[in-house]
């Protein structure tokens, strides 16, 4: 008899050992209604008036006109007096450690600890500024950008999404290797990760690089503006090593990104086969034909140029430094608006790091000045920028699976460009970094 007596009991304890939760539905994903006044379609081009974008959970459900039933139990953000375009994506940034600064050593000062700590703050800086992915082309600490990218996929850093290098392919003494001090100085093996000077070399680095975590390989081709004793028109690489570097990177279905200032630099590495020239700022004719015809995209920093010029020539920067920066600021807008009439294909790119992070948004305005129109330069820093990356399938425009990655600027249509550098809006997988 008191069998039957306890048996509820009995069943109530078992049943508190079921997981919690495992015989109900999942908890029910949040929904959101964006009213846009303007929406920036990047795919075909316009600009369309009056629209709601319904985002459920972290991606966008679809995007339907403003006359049409909002789904019950949505949220309403109002952004009617604003346009709406996808999150931005720069596809050259240098998010961890110091800006750039006079003292050429500063690479020296911090820790690899200390260098990714700076880096949470520049990702939340280009977060809030609307940029919510960025390709982060490489870090003199090997690796800290990787960790940097994981804290934010786990939620623990506020940032962007990001693609990262984790180191440079170098020469040795070339324009990827912390330089400018005395020859007999050893440098720490966590600054020399990528430098190579055969095509064995820079096979074995690159596999490295790739099994640390890297998303894509960035080589430094031609000598820098910014690394003492290099020469940005000299080739450092022969084709031969480059094409290592891209056969490599593609075993593994990455791209490889070629920072090249001179003209054979530049065609070396599209012979090679890399995805994107980095800076192209002395480019010549020819390179702008060979680019069109393999489809190889031109990142050019050329906001970058004029930031160097003002605050190196006010916190006296090295000489060297300042003389190559006007050696190839002129000529890689010339060489810019060549390529953009040609037809090459543009994606955006600022060498941020070099100046303030969150100033991204600056460098727009300057590549309509150069040839592009408002929409195309959008176009370069959304859907193009995807492409790049490899990335097209889940960001870059406002379309249904895609993330719910999107920005807002006060008034409408796109207009003047500078508004971008006043972003009254940020969402990042469905949820509001920044509201207006
Ligand atoms: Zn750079």
């Known amino acids: 008899m008191i069998r039957w007596q306890i048996l509820p009991a ?25 009213r846009a006044g303007w929406l920036a379609d990047v795919v075909s081009g316009q600009i369309l008036q009056n629209q709601t974008i319904i985002v459920r959970g972290e991606r966008i459900e679809g995007v339907q006109p403003a006359s049409a039933k909002i789904p019950a139990g949505a949220r309403v953000i109002d952004l009617s007096r604003f346009t709406v375009t996808p999150g931005l994506i720069d596809c050259h940034t240098h998010l961890a450690g110091d800006l750039q ?11 690899g600890a200390q260098d990714v700590m700076l880096g949470a703050l520049h990702a939340r ?48 003494t070339g324009g990827g290797e912390v330089t400018g001090m005395a020859r007999d100085v050893v440098l720490p093996a966590d600054m020399r990760a990528g ?28 000598g820098a503006v910014l690394t003492n004793g290099t020469n ?25 990104a070629a920072h090249a200032h001179g003209a054979e630099g530049i065609k070396k590495a599209v012979r090679a086969g890399v995805a994107s020239i980095e800076h192209g700022s002395l480019i010549d004719d020819e390179g702008i034909r060979m680019m069109k015809e393999h ?15 003002s605050v190196g020539k006010k916190t006296g920067w090295d000489a060297e430094i300042m003389r190559k920066n006007e ?21 955006f790119g600022t060498d941020a790091g070099v100046y303030p992070h969150g100033q991204n948004a600056r460098q727009l305005p300057y590549m309509v000045r150069f040839g592009m129109t408002p929409m195309g330069a959008l176009q370069a820093a959304t859907i193009s920028a995807a492409k790049l990356i490899g990335w097209d399938d889940r960001i870059g425009s406002i379309s249904p699976g895609k993330y719910a990655d999107l ?13 971008f550098s006043r972003v009254s809006f940020v969402m990042k997988s469905g949820v509001v970094v920044k509201g207006p």
């Open 10 to 34: 009995i069943v109530a304890a078992l049943a508190s050992l079921t997981p919690v939760g495992s015989a109900q539905s999942p908890p029910a994903q949040p929904l959101i209604a964006i």
């Open 101 to 111: 600064s006079a003292d050429v050593l500063q690479p020296l000062k911090r820790s």
């Open 125 to 172: 800086q280009t977060l809030e500024a609307g940029f919510t992915t960025v390709r982060d082309v490489g870090t003199y600490r090997a690796f800290v950008d990787i960790a940097l990218r994981d804290a934010i996929n786990d939620g623990i850093v506020v940032g962007p999404r990001m693609a990262v290098a984790g180191a440079y392919i170098t020469v040795s």
């Open 195 to 222: 430098v190579a000077n055969s095509p064995d070399e820079v096979r074995q680095r690159v596999r490295e690089i790739l099994n640390a975590g890297a998303d894509l390989i960035k080589i430094i081709v031609t």
């Open 232 to 256: 940005p028109g000299v080739a450092e690489f022969n084709e031969e090593e480059i094409r290592a570097a891209v056969e490599e990177a593609n075993k593994y279905g990455v791209k490889v």
């Open 295 to 309: 489809g190889t995209y031109l990142v050019a920093d050329i906001f970058n140029g004029d930031y160097i010029d």
């Open 327 to 347: 050696e190839t600021t002129d000529a890689q807008r010339e060489g810019f608006r060549k390529a953009v009439a040609a037809g090459v294909p543009m994606a």
């Open 407 to 419: 920005i807002a600027v006060e008034g409408g249509g796109l207009g003047d460009l500078s508004r």
